[in-house]
C-alpha cells in the first residue's frame, strides 16, 4: 500500500501521465489531455495556492492555550523524519525540520503543564538508531527538557498509536496529548483513539496564507512538496476510512 501511494503522488504521477500521453501521441485527443494534466497538474500543485487549500483542508482547530490539556497525562511527540549523518550536533542522524518543529512545541507544552514526555518514532529503513532515541537528545540537549518514555519500535502512525497505548497502558495513563503537524494530527489521533487512548490535539506547523495578487500563481518547488505531504495525508486518511469501513463490515 506505501509504495502504491508513492506511484499516485507528484511527481511521478505526473510523470507517468505524461509518458502515457506521449505514448498515445500528444496530437490525439486521449494523449494531448493525459500530458496537459501531468504537466498541467504539477504546475497547478507548485503554487501557493494550491499548497494552501490542499494543506488547510487537514488541519484542525489550534490549542486556545496549554490549558486545554488539564485532562491529559502525558504529552507523546510523534517522530516526523530524520536527516542521515547530520554533522552538526554529534549524534550521527538528527532529526528532521519537522521532528524538530514538534520537538520545540512539545517543550513548550511540557513547560506550560510539567507533564511528562513520550516520544515516538523507530527504525523506518532499519537504522542504527530509532528516531525516538534522536529526539529525546534533542530535547534533553537543546531544549533541556526531560523524556520519561522513549517508544522506538514504530514505523506509522498506526503503530505510533499501538505501541504508545501498550507503553502507556502499564503506567495507568489513558489521556495523551498528541503532538504533531497540523495537516498530520486529525489521522494520528483516530489511530490513537482506535488504539484506547482518549486524545487532546496539539496541532503545530499551520498552513501560511498565500501571498496577495499573482505571487500566489507562481509556481515553486517549495509548494510542489507541501502540496505533496497534503495528497499524502488525504490519500492516508481514505485508506484509514477504508480500513475501518472493511472491519465494521466484519463484525
Not at 519537522?98 to 512539545?106: D, E
Not at 496541532?203 to 496564507?209: D, L, R, V, Y
Amino acid at each position: 500500500m506505501e509504495a502504491l501511494k508513492y506511484l499516485l503522488l507528484p511527481p511521478v504521477i505526473n510523470a507517468l501521465l505524461l509518458l502515457a500521453g506521449l505514448a498515445l501521441g500528444a496530437r490525439r485527443l486521449s494523449g494531448g489531455l493525459l500530458v496537459t494534466l501531468g504537466l498541467g497538474g504539477l504546475l497547478a500543485l507548485s503554487t501557493p495556492l494550491a499548497s494552501h487549500a490542499l494543506r488547510q483542508g487537514l488541519e484542525p482547530p489550534a490549542l486556545a492555550s496549554p490549558a486545554q490539556l488539564r485532562q491529559a497525562q502525558a504529552i507523546v511527540i510523534l517522530g516526523g523524519g530524520r536527516d542521515y549523518a547530520s554533522p552538526e550536533f554529534g549524534w550521527g542522524d538528527a532529526p528532521s525540520n519537522a521532528s524538530w518543529r514538534r520537538l520545540a512545541y512539545g517543550a513548550y507544552l511540557h513547560r506550560e503543564t510539567r507533564l511528562p514526555i513520550l516520544v515516538s518514532g523507530g527504525r523506518v529503513h532499519d537504522e542504527h538508531s530509532a528516531e525516538a532515541s534522536l529526539m529525546a537528545a534533542a530535547l534533553r540537549e537543546v531544549f533541556e527538557v526531560p523524556v520519561r518514555w522513549m517508544e522506538g519500535r514504530s514505523r506509522s502512525t498506526a503503530e505510533n498509536a499501538r505501541y504508545t497505548a501498550e507503553m502507556l497502558g502499564g503506567e495507568g495513563i489513558g489521556h495523551v496529548a498528541v503532538v504533531s503537524q497540523a495537516w498530520h494530527l486529525p489521522r494520528a489521533v483516530a489511530e490513537f483513539e482506535r488504539a484506547g487512548l482518549a486524545v487532546t490535539a496539539a496541532p503545530t506547523e499551520f498552513a501560511s496564507a498565500p501571498p496577495p495578487g499573482i505571487h500566489a500563481m507562481i509556481p515553486r518547488a517549495y509548494h510542489l512538496h507541501q502540496s505533496t505531504r497534503a495528497l499524502h495525508e488525504w490519500l492516508g486518511r481514505a485508506e484509514l476510512a477504508l480500513r475501518n469501513h472493511l472491519l465494521r463490515r466484519g463484525d
